[in-house]
């Protein structure tokens, strides 16, 4: 893995990145807003009077409104900005530059064919686009590009130089990861749940303590893998939206990954506690695969802690939110795959405690992904394939810049933001807030 700063220097190489290290006071307000109709379709013909945007619950006068307008044929943008918007707080914006990246770090080859196949489709449809600039970008390994590229043929060759070094990577670590026996690449509940199963004989054979134990330390090996991997996420995230902070480009990440938690290891807490617990009523009677209930617990390990990353999340929605990059979070993994996976653990156990696991995993995966999207005006999509994309492209093109003079308060506080339009029949998305 490289070192996040590393690729935070390899992709702010075009745009220097917003410093973070000490936090100014946020002076000007600027929301970016796309808007809708009831179809689906841009609504480009929007005035300052239409919107109503609130701040903390509190109505704020607006005092500014920029229209960029990206989009193959409109006319060029004007070279200064109308009256009042302070031009020490805007960047002119001339281009719309979309990164994708993709976090195959836990997905064998065959589940990211799919992903493959559909971006070089896309790709491939993007010719003539001239505002529009491409990047790809993995989380694995950084920029898989030089520079960003208007032209799709570069993208495309850096797609395919990448699927052939993903691949490979693959056969020499193994489907099942570096490590022999353990989690790496194909890390889920499933894995999790054989691992679980191997500790079986040792309450079968009345060594409750043993059983105890085993079940605990395999927990804790799961969760430290997903702790590792939230963690790694998180961080690559946060470098990827530092640097693309500046510059004269708006800035949409397209991120196609299995999913990750804020608080991972709930669902593998859930479901070890039912192996502790074991399956049966409380009767005292065996269970039906001969485990008595309930074990005695005396002289067992103490249980796996759970670790929040919420405090490390809520720094990258706030770097997102100071760098003005909106996420759009794509799971096309776990469409129909995990539904799958619960129908072979009711299959398997019958009603129980084991189905509810597989569900809560479904949440959990998705947790993270809808709120980063969500948070910065993005939206997260689930689906067998990318047919979202060219929606999501067409929102970079045409924006309303709303900017305000923020209300006195707490410095570093999070300022939650509501926009609305007076239109009828029209959708906003815009990000949630900001720490002021």
Not at 214 to 229: G, H, M, P, S, Y
Request: with cysteine.
């Amino acid at each position: 893995m490289i070192v996040p700063a590393v690729l935070l220097a390899a992709l702010a190489a075009e745009t220097p990145p917003v410093p973070l290290q000490e936090r100014a006071r946020v002076d000007y307000v600027l929301v970016q807003v796309t808007a809708r109709d009831k179809d689906g379709r841009l609504v480009t013909d929007l005035g300052l009077d239409d919107f109503v945007l609130t701040e903390n619950g509190a109505k704020i006068r607006l005092e500014s409104l920029d229209i960029i307008d990206l989009r193959t044929g409109a006319p060029p943008l004007p070279e200064t900005l109308p009256s009042p918007l302070p031009t020490s707080s805007v960047r002119r914006i001339t281009r719309s530059r979309v990164v994708f990246a993709l976090d195959f770090q836990f997905i064998g080859y065959a589940d990211a064919q799919g992903t493959f196949r559909e971006l070089a489709r896309f790709l491939g449809k993007t010719v003539g686009r001239e505002r529009l600039e491409f990047m790809l970008y993995s989380l694995e390994g950084g920029r898989l590009m030089d520079a960003f590229t208007t032209d799709p043929q570069v993208a495309l060759q850096a797609l395919a130089d990448y699927r052939i070094r993903y691949r490979e990577r693959l056969e020499k670590e193994g489907e099942r990861g570096p490590t022999e026996g353990g989690f790496g690449f194909a890390a889920d509940l499933a894995a999790f749940e054989r691992r679980l199963e191997d500790c079986r004989p040792l309450a079968t054979a009345g060594l409750a303590t043993q059983y105890w134990n085993c079940i605990q330390d395999t927990l804790a090996e799961f969760l430290e893998v997903q702790n590792d991997r939230t963690d790694t996420v998180l961080r690559e995230l946060e470098a990827l939206a530092t640097g693309l902070a500046g510059g004269d480009s708006v800035a949409t990440v397209v991120f196609v990954s299995p999913g990750f938690s804020p608080n991972p290891g709930t669902a593998a807490k859930q479901l070890a506690d039912s192996y502790l617990q074991g399956w049966a009523p409380r009767s005292g009677k065996a269970d039906t695969k001969g485990v008595p209930y309930p074990l005695p617990l005396e002289a067992a390990a103490p249980p796996a802690r759970l670790v929040s990353f919420e405090a490390a999340f809520d720094h990258l929605l706030d770097v997102c939110a100071r760098s003005q990059v909106v996420f759009h979070t794509f799971d096309i993994f776990h469409f129909g795959f995990e539904q799958g996976r619960q129908t072979a653990a009711e299959f398997q156990s019958g009603p129980g405690p084991s189905l509810p696991a597989y569900r809560t995993y479904l949440q959990e995966l998705g947790h993270g992904m809808t709120e980063v999207a969500e948070e910065t005006g993005g939206a997260f999509h689930v689906g067998p394939i990318l047919h979202d994309l060219d929606g999501v492209l067409e929102g970079t093109r045409f924006l309303y810049i709303l900017g305000y003079t923020p209300p006195a308060g707490t410095e570093g506080e999070y300022r939650k933001l509501k926009v609305k339009c007076l239109r009828k029949g029209v959708a906003l998305a815009h990000r949630r807030g900001y720490v002021g």
